[in-house]
């Protein structure tokens, strides 16, 4: 099956400062998304992101589809930003569709 | 609005009982219909999904079952819990080939 990449696995980072979040997978996709879970385990629709670039407030993605990868940027970090994020790509089984997630990229934004 | 609900929130279960997790959606008809577990560690791997009532595709081979009684109920089962079966359970729903909406999630401690 398709493999899900992400990068780092964990990340820590002081109020106020960007990163870059990457997810790598290893076949053609038919659609990539981007999510996030909070502390309590709620996951979060951030991205729905096949191709191109899509901006949400401080929250930025690309995905370059031919190479194979996607970025999550976020800008100017806050605590409220701590939690896991997904990166995850669907393909179309026999009669449904499927979404095969990355291991995360666990981020503790401290003040 | 669509909203999807997963109960229980938590469960505790000894080795070799029953399990019944339910989920159903709000606000929609005929939507696709997943069950995901989150095992410690983070990674998301789909269980079970449905395109339809009476519908399953198993994704992985376990001692879990699913069901779909009705249009928008959708039940994790297992007839003997194991140790090993212990995670965080997430249902969601999606449109054909739409982005899923997660539900809060059932954390299932098996002792």
């Known amino acids: 099956g398709i493999q899900v990449e992400q990068s780092p696995p964990d990340l820590i980072l002081q109020e106020g400062a960007n990163s870059t979040l990457r997810c790598n997978f290893s076949?053609?996709?038919?659609?990539l998304q981007w999510f996030h879970q909070n502390p309590w385990g709620q996951l979060i629709n951030l991205f729905y992101?096949?191709?191109g670039t899509k901006q949400n407030g401080r929250l930025s993605a690309t995905t370059v589809a031919t190479e194979r990868y996607s970025l999550l940027y976020i800008s100017s970090s806050q605590t409220t930003d701590s939690g896991v994020y997904f990166c995850?790509?669907?393909?179309?089984?026999?009669?449904?569709?499927?979404?095969?997630f990355g291991k995360g990229t666990s981020l503790l934004v401290t003040p | 609005s669509q909203t999807i609900h997963q109960w229980p929130a938590t469960l505790v279960q000894p080795v070799g009982s029953p399990l019944s997790l339910e989920c159903t959606v709000e606000?929609?008809?005929?939507?696709?219909l997943y069950w995901y577990r989150q095992a410690a560690g983070r990674g998301l791997q789909l269980l079970f999904y449905?395109?339809?009532?009476?519908?399953i595709s198993s994704e992985v081979p376990q001692n879990l079952s699913a069901s779909r009684p009705q249009d928008r109920q959708f039940i994790l089962s297992s007839k003997k819990l194991l140790l090993s079966d212990s995670g965080f359970y997430l249902c969601?729903?999606?449109?054909?080939?739409?982005?899923?909406?997660f539900g809060p999630g059932t954390r299932l401690t098996v002792l």
């Open positions: 995850a790509v669907n393909t179309y089984s026999n009669s449904g569709y499927a979404l095969n």
């Open positions: 606000g929609t008809s005929n939507p696709n």
């Open positions: 969601a729903w999606s449109h054909a080939g739409g982005s899923p909406f």
């Open positions: 076949d053609s996709v038919n659609n």
């Open positions: 449905s395109v339809g009532i009476g519908q």
């Open positions: 992101i096949p191709s």
